[in-house]
């Protein structure tokens, strides 16, 4: 869908970046938490896509190591004075980066973490692909997004809200059909689970295993 653009979300978020914390902190904190428990459960290395203004950073165990990337330097900035003002000495990089196109080799990583990002990217399955390819054979990507309703009063208002989301950078009304047909395509990767997150279950966990081998496309 050519319905957002890196150029707008990346000015939506530096917009954000001021106020993102206290608005969001406690709205996302119980997915926040949830993929951060389910990508120290794997350890290693891992890649934090959208990772904001750091606020997950300093929850992760410190064993696990961690790469963050933002399109928006407003937000990265603040990571980076939350990773000095706390010593965060497993952090290794936070840079800015358009999450399509990620500048890491193939099998960098132990685990993809996207807490809230695949609706607010112009180009969700490329992305998608992307985050697989620098999975290593057998890790996750861990996912932590809304999945809009398929059908009734919900769907309705999503539809309704769209144009002012996607101003605001992101799209409501993001299918888990979408998701479905990327994982048939892609063909490398198997869900490992999909788990409702507050609010009112209007959000999903969602876990994907790529394949052991590194099979795929």
Request: hydrophobic letters at 40%; one cysteine or more; glycine letters at 10%.
């Amino acid at each position: 869908m050519g319905d957002i653009d890196r150029e707008g979300v990346a000015k939506a978020y530096g917009r954000w970046a001021p106020i993102y914390d206290l608005v969001f902190g406690k709205v996302f904190e119980h997915g926040r938490q949830s993929t951060i428990a389910e990508a120290d459960r794997i350890g290693g290395r891992i890649l934090d896509v959208g990772v904001g203004t750091g606020l997950s950073l300093s929850d992760y165990s410190r064993s696990t190591r961690l790469c963050g990337v933002d399109i928006s330097e407003p937000m990265l900035r603040k990571a980076q004075s939350r990773v000095r003002a706390l010593r965060l000495d497993n952090v290794e990089t936070l840079a800015v980066m358009d999450a399509k196109n990620l500048a890491f080799a193939d099998g960098s990583f132990d685990a993809v973490v996207a807490q809230y990002v695949i609706t607010a990217v112009p180009d969700p399955e490329a992305t998608l692909d992307d985050f697989i390819r620098v999975l290593k054979p057998g890790g996750e990507l861990i996912l932590v997004n809304h999945i809009g309703a398929e059908a009734g009063p919900r769907r309705v208002f999503e539809l309704a809200f769209a144009p002012l989301a996607r101003r605001l950078g992101w799209r409501p009304e993001f299918p888990w059909a979408r998701l479905v047909r990327w994982a048939s395509r892609h063909g490398g990767v198997s869900l490992a689970e999909r788990r409702p997150m507050p609010p009112m279950g209007h959000f999903s966990l969602i876990r994907y295993r790529k394949a052991p081998q590194g099979t795929g496309p």
